[in-house]
């Protein structure tokens, strides 16, 4: 199905995108922050971080156990994982190897080798996004079990760790890659959800306009900027949010569910939402509203999913109302099944 305004609708139908699109475009948006330089087009060479830097806190599945992680520079091209307590190879950061599970309340992307069922590692979007937000292109991650470490403030001690140490340049023919959308693809789903992703303009940014719509304190929130390290450092430090009816359920009866008896959230790392306040201290807040939620789902979330096109940086514009990861993924993978993507060359 085409449409002069959405393009190719990859996922749904135009009737229920046009009505969400409706929706989405009468709320004003919250925040937008102007940019003067987008991209660094010196950047034509493909870029590792010089030395090792390693992290840990307590574990997100588990919190009795503290969880390590270590970023290496590597010859591979591309951000990859490797377990270190198992015998394992390392798995790519890409669309080939990713699925989104909701597990033990909690929805995620899952990276896993194909054919092995043992190396795999969960919750791995709050650190792929950094690819997108960072200048690094290849990275190699080592992680000491399948339960990533899980920080008070997003992101943010990652993005502190990496810009301690330099960027080294790759070999001259090992380029950077841009690869955008060849058309405007739009995709929706029975909850009203949908994302619209269209090719980039005359630069080589990625342009984000993110709204997220809550039946809670959250409520409606929408941002817009273009992605560099500044627009992302302000989204890195975001936590990720929770119903209170959710966080009652973990604290009491998932007390008895092997499965989120020892998870790892508390009101120090999770935005805990009621139906007209919020339970915690809510954080990036502009003329008094917070825009946490927005920030987090912006940066932190749909920035892992366009992480997983693996052969370069993604550049162009997306739009995202009250998408998941699963949304997120199920797009990325029906943009290689139908063959969407092209790379942009500079000049």
């Not at 119903?243 to 604290?251: E, M």
């Not at 920030?295 to 514009?317: C, K, P, S």
Request: one cysteine or more.
């Amino acid at each position: 199905m085409r449409d002069d305004l959405f393009g190719k609708v990859l996922i749904g139908s135009i009737d229920s995108l046009k009505k969400s699109f409706e929706e989405f475009s009468a709320m004003p948006v919250d925040l937008e922050i102007p940019h003067e330089e987008l991209l660094d087009h010196s950047h034509l060479h493909r870029r590792t971080i010089s030395e090792p830097v390693e992290l840990s806190a307590h574990g997100t599945f588990d919190y009795r156990l503290e969880r390590k992680i270590r970023f290496e520079p590597t010859d591979k091209q591309g951000w990859w994982f490797k377990r270190i307590d198992i015998d394992s190879e390392p798995v790519k950061v890409s669309h080939r190897n990713a699925y989104t599970v909701h597990e033990s309340g909690v929805h995620n992307i899952v990276l896993r080798r194909a054919g092995d069922n043992q190396n795999y590692i969960r919750l791995i979007e709050h650190i792929i996004a950094v690819k997108l937000g960072l200048d690094i292109d290849d990275i190699m991650i080592m992680i000491d079990s399948d339960d990533p470490p899980l920080f008070d403030y997003g992101s943010m001690p990652i993005v502190d760790a990496l810009e301690k140490v330099d960027r080294k340049e790759k070999e001259k023919h090992d380029h950077c890659a841009y690869f955008g959308v060849k058309e405007t693809v739009s995709a929706v789903w029975p909850s009203g959800s949908f994302l619209m992703v269209t090719p980039p303009d005359r630069d080589f940014a990625l342009k984000i306009d993110c709204a997220v719509n809550f039946q809670s304190c959250i409520g409606k929130q929408r941002i817009k900027f273009a992605v560099n390290e500044d627009t992302f450092k302000i989204g890195a430090g975001a936590r990720t949010n929770s119903s209170l009816k959710h966080a009652i359920l973990c604290k009491t009866i998932g007390k008895f569910i092997p499965s989120t008896r020892y998870l790892g959230y508390d009101k120090k790392n999770v935005l805990v939402a009621g139906k007209k306040r919020y339970l915690n201290r809510a954080r990036l807040k502009y003329r008094g509203k917070s825009l946490e939620a927005a920030w987090h789902r912006a940066t932190l979330d749909l920035l892992a999913a366009f992480a997983l096109i693996d052969e370069g940086r993604f550049v162009g514009n997306i739009i995202s109302y009250k998408a998941n990861h699963r949304d997120d993924v199920d797009l990325v993978k029906e943009l290689y099944k139908q063959n969407l993507l092209t790379e942009i060359k500079m000049g």
